[in-house]
């Protein structure tokens, strides 16, 4: 019995000196008090705020309300830190508090956007000398460029846009300026076959009898007509020319191609 409680007081001693007198005994289950505010509570959300143990790790997140506030910094305990809007921020052996401050930085209101849009008609004329590449009648904005195109009926040739009396171009596709007002543009066009005083048509000789490719309608078809198509082309005058001839694609316009076609046919007879 002696013996017993000997060996009891011994161990008691023994564990008594193992433990540091001056220092508290570690307490791991204690919680800390996180808080996550806001320096101006219409400008943004936060979240993060609790108690938690030592060693977690906790998300202090801040976000925008609107576009009109944009994140600055945040502080711990009044001491400004370097960290984004949203981090991770590990339990220390103490209370924090963290504030996240936003600068209110509105964009400007955009100009209000005017567009004036006006009716642009197309009317060819005769009625049924050709169809367009758009819609008659349908606007345009205002100080823009639109593309036209006319596509000639059979047997009628191309003589130029107008506006009124106006000769607006004299090339069957062609970007044209919308002015500030609704406006008709014609196309202007002579039937072949049936009108002996055809410009296109010297001494009112009938033009079908000129071969297709015979742009400078001497009767054959040969590099001359290729040359007179291209000089066309570039100087955007078809004034010395039959376009319903030289126009051997049928596509509406004098071009390259055609001068190429004329060629083709000049070597293929020959």
Known sequence: MLCGLLLLVVGSIQAQ?????????????????????????TACNVSGTGQ??????????SSAKSTDYTFSYWTKNGVRIDQPATFTYTIDSENVAFVAYYTY????????VIINQHRLYLVSSPEGACSFNRTSGAKVD?????????????GYV?????????????????????????????????????DPDDPSSPDGANPQTHPTGDANEDGSVDVTD???????????????INV???????????????????????????
């Open 17 to 41: 000196s193992l433990v540091d007198p001056g220092v508290d005994p570690p307490e791991p289950w204690l919680k800390y008090k996180v808080t996550v505010t806001a320096a101006n509570s």
């Open 52 to 61: 938690y143990v030592t060693g977690t790790n906790v998300t202090i997140s």
């Open 105 to 112: 930085t509105p964009e400007d209101p955009a100009d209000p």
């Open 142 to 154: 205002y100080d823009t460029y639109v593309s036209l195109n006319a596509y000639a009926s059979q």
């Open 158 to 194: 191309f003589r130029g846009w107008y506006n009124g009396e106006t000769k607006v171009s004299d090339v069957i596709s062609f970007s044209y300026l919308m002015p500030n007002e609704n406006t008709t543009l014609t196309t202007r066009f002579v039937y072949d076959p049936a």
């Open 226 to 240: 290729a040359v007179a198509v291209i000089n066309a082309y570039l100087t955007n005058d078809t004034s010395g």
């Open 244 to 270: 319903s001839l030289a126009d051997v694609n049928k596509d509406g316009v004098i071009d390259i191609t055609d001068a190429v076609a004329i060629i083709n046919l000049y070597l293929n007879a020959n």
